[in-house]
């Protein structure tokens, strides 16, 4: 099993609509949690940092639900430039590395 | 302010010769890492720079190595390269925050091994 697996998509959406989808992740001693966003043959963006309270950032919004051990994200009013790949980044604290989920392919169409 | 940049962005080599790869963080950032994204695969864990020491590494064999300078920028070596060596390579920093800080990551060096 993955360390932090992500349904890969891709979610067809279309322009206006909200879209949302899920990140699990096996290992519960994960402390930090982040989205990254990435184009196609770009570097990652981090989009935002997932916080236990869940947190918005205009229409992003993040949740974590640690007893389940997964973390989602929601858009609200897509975008044609909300297309692209979200990648579910979790750090176990130890080491300090990230562990990248396979990432989630956004389309927003008109 | 700058972000994280890296130098070749596109390099070419042959099996079994060595690769030298380049990256300044952020200014103010003393912690860099190293990825690896290969065509078709997520992004993998290769190496942990702070303070100019190793903190971690990934799975990854010992021909992949680094190293980081005073000026905390570093260079990712990799020796013996072998067809699956191609890929994209990304740097990212973070502050020293302290463990669990957000890494900003450069657009990275595209590696082809022919």
């Known amino acids: 099993r993955k360390e932090v697996e992500q349904d890969p998509g891709p979610f067809n959406v279309p322009e206006g609509a909200t879209v949302a989808f899920n990140c699990t992740y096996s290992n519960s001693a994960s402390q930090s949690f982040f989205w990254y966003r990435q184009d196609c043959r770009k570097e990652p963006k981090l989009l935002m940092s997932v916080y236990s309270s869940g947190n918005e950032d205009g229409r992003f919004t993040a949740q974590l639900n640690r007893a389940s051990q997964y973390i989602s994200l929601l858009i609200r009013d897509s975008k044609l430039s909300d297309s692209a790949t979200y990648l579910c980044v979790v750090n176990r604290g130890a080491g300090n590395k990230l562990t990248f989920g396979g990432g989630t392919r956004v389309l927003v169409k008109p | 302010e700058a972000g994280v940049t890296q130098s070749p962005t596109h390099l070419i080599k042959t099996r079994g010769q060595q690769a030298t790869l380049r990256c300044s963080p952020i200014s103010g950032h003393t912690s860099v890492y190293w990825y690896q994204q290969a065509l078709g695969l997520g992004l993998q864990f290769l190496l942990w720079?702070?303070?100019?020491?190793?903190?971690n590494r990934g799975n990854f064999p010992p021909r992949f190595s680094g190293r980081q300078f005073p000026n905390y920028s570093s260079e990712l070596n990799v020796n013996a390269l072998e067809l699956e060596d191609s890929a994209l390579y990304l740097c990212a920093s973070s502050s020293p925050a302290g463990g669990l800080s957000e890494q900003y990551f450069g657009p990275g060096t595209r590696l082809t091994v022919t």
């Open positions: 720079y702070d303070e100019g020491e190793e903190r």
